[in-house]
């Protein structure tokens, strides 16, 4: 099992539509928990931190199920610019918590 | 204020030459990481810096690469001998100290021809 491990899409969207991805990671040693959003040949930048309650941005929700080790990312009333690749990061933990793995990422298309 | 930098932004070489790529991390942040990033894959991490702690190499793919960090200021990694398989993105972030979030520089673009 990939130690992070997303669905690689195209996902393809109208305006307005509500998306969600997930995420499972192999990792039990894990702690934390993050999406960043990477746009087509820009650099990765970080969109939230998941807790273990679940959290909420905006349009974004997002949620941790440790039990399962499975992640979600929720976009509601999806924008053009929400159109990038959503990389979900887990950290290694166990002594290694500045090591972050990172998924390859879901692609997000949203159309007008 | 300014960002994670990154030089040169792209780069072109011929195998079996050496390159260097500079890093200039945010001011006052005490971790520096480098990963590469090939076309359609996830980021792959090769090395931290903490501060004057020893580094941790333990991402670095063969001993044709290295890297340096003199303090908590810039980072130099080096490939020598460039093989095809090293076309990639090398992507720097720096984080403040002990903190998980990490801010990423706009990558230099190496093609080894």
């Known amino acids: 099992r990939k130690e992070v491990e997303q669905d690689p899409g195209p996902f393809n969207v109208p305006e307005g539509a509500t998306v969600a991805f997930n995420c499972t990671y192999s990792n039990s040693a894990s702690q934390s928990f993050f999406w960043y959003r990477q746009d087509c040949r820009k650099e990765p930048k970080l969109l939230m931190s998941v807790y273990s309650s679940g959290n909420e941005d905006g349009r974004f929700t997002a949620q941790l199920n440790r039990a399962s080790q499975y992640i979600s990312l929720l976009i509601r009333d999806s924008k053009l610019s929400d159109s990038a690749t959503y990389l979900c990061?887990?950290?290694?933990?166990?002594?290694?918590?500045?090591?972050?793995?990172f998924g390859k990422g879901t692609l997000l298309t949203v159309n007008p | 204020g300014a960002g994670v930098s990154q030089s040169p932004s792209n780069k072109v070489t011929e195998k079996g030459k050496d390159v260097e790529l500079r890093c200039d991390p945010i001011s006052g942040h005490t971790a520096l990481y480098w990963y590469r990033q090939r076309l359609g894959q996830g980021l792959e991490f090769l090395i931290y810096f903490q501060g004057n702690s020893a580094p941790d190499k333990s991402g670095l793919p063969s001993d044709r690469f290295s890297a340096e960090r003199t303090g908590e200021s810039v980072s130099t990694l080096t490939i020598q001998r460039t093989q095809q398989e090293d076309s990639a993105v090398y992507l720097c972030?720096?984080?403040?100290?002990?903190?998980?979030?990490?801010?990423f520089g706009p990558g230099t673009r190496l093609l080894v021809l």
């Open positions: 972030a720096s984080s403040p100290y002990y903190q998980e979030t990490q801010y």
């Open positions: 990061v887990v950290n290694r933990g166990g002594g290694s918590n500045y090591k972050l793995t």
